[in-house]
């Protein structure tokens, strides 16, 4: 399959989950708790568009074996935007939030290698002074409340480790039923980080292929760098 029908059917499948209305024969994978999916943002109209955030500030193609990002559309898997346990309830510190921006790639494996693909997204949000530093003890704090289950329109939350990118930063498990095609259905992992730096709110999350779950180590070292590049933002 040339790279080209890869990253479309990335980007179909991801619009799966996160809309939950695809058809038996596609993925199907069960919608946060509640109804509907948890805002993107509120500061800014298109979190996608970051008008006010340099490229620089982005993960870069030599981050991620030579992946090119494309935009995320708004609200488009909003519970890692920044991570949100809980539900569809804003945290108050949303609205400190003065531009975002989210993105997606797909990192390809080496030929002959076996291996799945890998979708990664990256969230970028800045606030005013102090609001980052909000969210982050906000969203400490929903994952302490709100850990989730396996059951029908859940995720489970599992807190991994804690300063790895940092005193503030935290690196996290999605566990997820999940059903492909006709198969029966089973918990697929995937990992995600978040780090304050300054007044940015950094989030990575690799939320594997398919059916296949991601990968910790790679997004504990995504981190590390996503951190380092958001230095780019004055």
Known sequence: MSSVLLSRAAGAWLLCVSLAACSAADVT????????????????????????????????????QGAEGEPLEQGELAYVRPLRPCGDDPYPSDDT????????????????TGAAPAVVTEFIG???????????????????RCPGGLGKGER???????GLAGD??????????VSYADEEPSVVGHYAALARSADVIVTVTDLGWENTGGSEKLVRDL????????????
Do not use: C, M, N
Request: net charge neutral; hydrophobic share 40%.
């Open 29 to 64: 994978q069960a919608s946060p708790a509640g109804s509907s999916p948890a805002p993107a943002v509120t500061a800014t109209s298109d979190p996608a568009a970051g008008r006010g955030i340099p490229s620089a500030a982005l993960l870069q193609p030599q981050d991620l």
């Open 97 to 112: 939030r003065t531009d975002a921006i989210a993105f997606r790639f797909v990192i390809y494996p080496t030929a002959g």
């Open 126 to 144: 800045r606030h005013a002074p102090g609001g980052a530093a909000e969210q982050f003890d906000e969203v400490s704090t929903a994952l302490k």
């Open 156 to 162: 489970r939350w599992t807190v991994l480790d804690t």
């Open 168 to 177: 503030e930063s935290v690196l996290v498990r999605i566990d997820q039923k």
């Open 223 to 234: 981190l590390g760098k996503a951190v380092e590049r958001s230095g780019a933002i004055s």
